[in-house]
């Protein structure tokens, strides 16, 4: 909107009128602007506040060209949790070949301290020797329900380890203080906020996070709105007995779950095997059957669900557990949601529709997934099944977006350039049919988030409606951001 003077009080808007220049009187304040456009404020609907904090506090392994290149940032950084280093960040698609990485890279660098390096996806975390010495892993360990322990053609741990297995080491790294995970939320708040977002979905909390946002929110020091989503993979939440809370701008919204895992360390799970990796389907982690259990928990404490599923299998399933449950509690107001969306059968689509389920996608994945899920799936797959934004609307399926940081730039503008261009290094937009229109990605980012959340009358630029705003001048520069703060 340009040459407009909008009137916010209390957090409404109250008038909308033209104007020669750009006006904006909130709460009594007056902000002229000159040659610019209001916009309505942003959302990131899927992202990890703290890990944004903390991988910008030193611990970004990412960016680098080999295993080598990574494993001497790593030696570089020196971020260390007690006596383990650890890192995160680190993409094997951007090393020639794109193999995984051996634990001997790493041990030439740390002899004597464990060392656990995160992939980017979060999925695969890359170990030398010492860290699987500590946790107990060698050629006579096996691999836990639902993770891989890649081995060598010997049986030796390379020191890779996939989805689940993942704890096996991950149990044996200290924990960060409360004051370090405190000062990584407030760190990643405040780099979002001054990009255009106002609000986040922010995904896969545990206690201690829960405990550091419910101190910041009394101490009134979050920057942003925060709608929360704990991690229950293992009844978590369940065992805590815990409800929706709110406290200032923070609420705790839902619970978390994971169906499957990453494509990159073929971990999604596929309904055909993967182009690249013959008799390999990816790893499910959840039946049906305990999506619906699940769901009956999240219902009995006004829980919504969001879970991740990126392989068509995966978004099968994630459906069928939903089918059951609304089947079973046709009354139930929780909203589902399945996290990423990204390869999704056609016979699929219209059930996000029939089973009022939202799809929470994460368009700025296509830009640096396109080589990957060209390998992993195929080119017939990827464009018959793969990030299939205009299906979802073409059958009026709730959309909304985010970006997954610190996985992905949690910059707005190349979110929605993904989505109305698809671009990318294959140059595919030729290929590929599922761009959407420029408004459509916008109200991915503002309106969209908050409907997903049960509430009706935010982020749009509308008399009567809540709304932050941004205010950008002709080179589409954010210049001011006027957040209301208030869910």
């Known amino acids: 909107m340009k040459n407009v003077s909008i009137t916010v009080e209390n957090g409404v808007i ?36 703290w890990g944004l904090g903390m991988i910008n506090s030193g611990l970004d392994v ?4 080999s295993a080598e290149e990574t494993a001497l940032k790593a030696y570089s950084n020196r971020f260390m949790r007690d006596n383990w280093f650890v890192g995160r960040g680190w993409n094997n698609e951007l090393w020639g070949e794109g193999n995984l990485p051996d634990k001997s890279i790493l041990d030439k660098l740390f002899p004597d301290n464990p060392v656990s390096l995160t992939r980017i996806d979060g999925h695969a975390i890359w170990c030398n020797s010492k860290a ?18 890649q081995k060598d053609s010997n049986g030796s741990p390379t020191g890779i380890l996939i989805d689940n297995a993942m704890y096996l080491a991950e149990k044996n790294i200290p924990e960060f203080s409360q004051s370090q995970l405190s000062d990584f939320i407030i760190k990643g708040l405040d780099l979002v906020s001054k990009s255009g977002i106002t609000c986040v979905h922010d995904m896969d909390l545990n206690i201690r996070h829960l405990d550091c946002y419910r101190k910041l929110a009394h101490e009134n020091l979050l920057k942003i709105k925060v709608f929360a ?16 809370m709110q406290i200032g701008n923070f609420k705790l919204q839902g619970i978390k779950l994971y169906a499957d895992g990453a494509l990159g360390s073929y971990g999604a799970a596929l309904l055909d095997e993967y182009s690249d990796k013959p008799n390999e389907k990816g790893i499910l982690m959840l039946s049906s059957e305990e999506i619906f259990k699940h769901c009956l928990f999240a219902h009995s404490k006004g ?9 068509d299998r995966a978004v099968r399933e994630v459906l069928d557990g939903f089918e059951l449950f609304r089947n079973a509690v046709s009354e139930s107001s929780i909203n589902l949601r399945i996290e990423h969306s990204q390869i999704v059968n056609p016979d699929d689509i219209s059930r996000y529709k029939e089973l009022n389920v939202i799809a929470s996608v994460q368009p700025i994945h296509f830009v640096s997934d396109s080589n990957m899920a060209k390998k992993r ?38 979110g929605i350039e993904a989505f109305t261009q698809r671009a990318n290094q294959l140059g595919a937009k030729e290929i590929f ?14 309106v969209k988030p908050y409907l997903a959340l049960g509430i009706h009358n935010y982020g749009e630029i509308c008399v009567g409606h809540k709304c932050d705003l941004i205010i950008m001048d002709s080179s589409k520069k954010i210049i001011d951001v006027l957040n209301n703060n208030h869910i």
């Open 132 to 149: 699987l010495e500590i946790s107990g892993i060698n050629e006579n360990t096996s691999n836990p329900n639902g993770g891989i322990i």
């Open 377 to 414: 799936l195929g080119i017939e797959r990827l464009i018959e099944s793969g990030y299939p934004w205009e299906k979802f609307l073409n059958n009026n399926v709730m959309m909304i977006a985010g970006s997954d940081f610190p996985i992905e730039s949690y910059d707005v503008a190349a």
């Open 14 to 49: 109250t008038d909308i009128s033209n104007s020669e220049i750009t006006r904006i009187l909130w709460e009594g304040q007056e902000y002229l602007y000159h040659d610019c456009e209001i916009l309505p404020a942003y959302t990131d609907s899927h992202c990890h506040v």
């Open 229 to 244: 989503f704990f991690g229950n993979q293992n009844g978590e939440a369940e065992k805590l007995d815990l409800e929706p």
């Open 303 to 311: 829980f919504d669900v969001a879970v991740h599923a990126i392989g």
């Open 433 to 446: 049919r599922e761009c959407v229109e420029f408004s459509s990605a916008v109200e991915c980012y503002t």
């Open 62 to 65: 990412s960016g680098c060209s």
